[in-house]
Antibody, heavy 121, light 106 residues
Framework: EVQLLESGGGLVQPGGSLRLSCVAS????????MSWVRQTPEKGLEWVSA????????YYADSVKGRFTVSRDNSENTLYLQMNSLRVEDLALYYC??????????????WGQGTLVTVSS | AIRLTQSPSSSASTGDRVTITCRAS??????LAWYQQKPGKAPKLLIS???TLQDGVPSRFSGSGSGTDFTLTISCLQSEDFATYYC?????????FGQGTKVEIK
């Protein structure tokens, strides 16, 4: 059974940093691209970033480019999202999601339960 | 970025046929997925490539369309189908979601 477990969320001040983790199990992690998607009641679902199965190719939404960095450790079956220069508008529930194949194609077949990031002074 | 506009939320009864629409701001071929989300849960992929049903998804769900106009149909609404539905385009690498359509109990 595919399982994705996010962690690392919490309260941070504007301008601060946070690193999210997503531990995967139940599949060959390195064979699948992974994404981060966030959700707020106001803006709904927003794709944030994606990384290929090897980690060699990354993609970012314009709203986080230059501030967030996605990476993965295939030996530890773990996906990361380093978030710097956090803004109030980054407040959201962050999900990690598994894509269909090695390349980031956008078909998000499996999702974790999310970790909450709160940005407030 | 490509904008997706979904039909407004609606009320329906068990057994009804429900249609949800999603319109893209530019052509996206068939690079469209549909997700179902229930309160407190993560989204669940129902349909990819506009019309391909995911394994385990009941056949009462179907998708159609290409280009800019897409439809998700639930042929005979069941109690477990009351949820919010999102479309998502993956035509380019700035993937975007629609604002969601909530299907509520009438």
């Amino acid at each position: 059974e595919v399982q994705l477990l996010e962690s690392g969320g919490g309260l941070v001040q504007p301008g601060g940093s946070l690193r999210l983790s997503c531990v995967a199990s139940g599949f060959t992690f390195s064979s699948y691209a992974m994404s981060w998607v966030r959700q707020t009641p106001e803006k709904g679902l927003e794709w944030v970033s994606a990384v290929s199965g090897s980690g060699g190719t990354t993609y970012y939404a314009d709203s986080v480019k230059g501030r967030f960095t996605v990476s993965r450790d295939n030996s530890e079956n773990t996906l990361y999202l380093q978030m710097n220069s956090l803004r109030v508008e980054d407040l959201a529930l962050y999900y990690c999601a598994r894509d269909r194949g090695h390349s980031a194609a956008g078909t998000l077949e499996h999702w974790g339960q999310g970790t909450l990031v709160t940005v407030s002074s | 970025a490509i904008r997706l506009t979904q039909s407004p939320s609606s009320s329906a009864s068990t057994g009804d046929r429900v249609t949800i629409t999603c319109r893209a701001s530019q052509g996206i071929s068939s690079y469209l997925a549909w997700y179902q989300q229930k309160p407190g849960k993560a989204p669940k992929l129902l349909i990819s490539a506009a019309s391909t049903l995911q394994d385990g998804v009941p056949s009462r769900f179907s998708g159609s369309g290409s280009g800019t106009d897409f439809t998700l149909t639930i042929s005979c609404l069941q109690s477990e189908d009351f949820a919010t539905y999102y479309c998502q385009q993956y035509y380019d690498y700035l993937w975007t979601f629609g604002q969601g359509t909530k299907v509520e109990i009438k």
